[in-house]
């Protein structure tokens, strides 16, 4: 024999109560999960308890999604069948809207800091390992490619330093090698000086004529003999002492 049909009222037993909450619960969710597959649909599934636990399902874990296209759809639907009471209306809607996605919001950063888990189920909780692995791979990308770009800056700064401490020693040496030229002239100046005091300078002379290159020869030799003859007597005199 066939079963009868279970006739629709409150359980008043809290067992049988609770245990038939969980069946048409799993039956529930299974259904919802089998209409979005079979049929491409966007379903989204909102149940509480008579404890005020809540049981949600949503495809691809876009809860917040549709919910917010509810509300657009809803709100278009309501604006083309009254535009009378729109005033209050619409503040009471954008109100309630607006609640609504706080709550949900809230909701889920205290599932991102970990807490509040006992409500999810296995499924919800490995999506939600899921974006946290993709958050933490965004943020490691973010930080390596910084770091890289760090890192070519600094390298680019020592580059820069490098080549200008080079220009730095280079201009020292050739610094350096002057001052040395500078002073090995210096110490050779004194006997050229002394040699030119003692040989003077030869007088130019005009060719015309050998009458005038021989005078000329000979006004040379009588003023080297005037200028050795200091030094000659000098020597003779300290020979003679």
Known sequence: MGRGRVQLKRIENKINRQVTFSKRRAGLLKKAHEISVLCDAEVALIVFSHKGKL?????DSCMEKILERY???SYAERQLVSTESESQGNWTMEYNRLKAKVELLQ???????GE???????????NLEQQLDTALKHIRSKKNQLMSESISELQRKEKAIQEQNTMLAKQIKE???????HSQWGQQDPGLNASSFLLPQPHPCLNIGGTYQQEATEMRRNELDLTLEPIYSCHMGCFAA
């Open 55 to 59: 049981f949600e399902y949503s495809t």
């Open 71 to 73: 509300e657009r759809y």
């Open 107 to 113: 909701k889920n950063h205290r599932h991102y800091m």
């Open 116 to 126: 509040d888990l006992d409500s999810l189920s296995l499924k919800e909780l490995q």
């Open 175 to 181: 610094r350096e090698k002057r001052v040395v030229q």
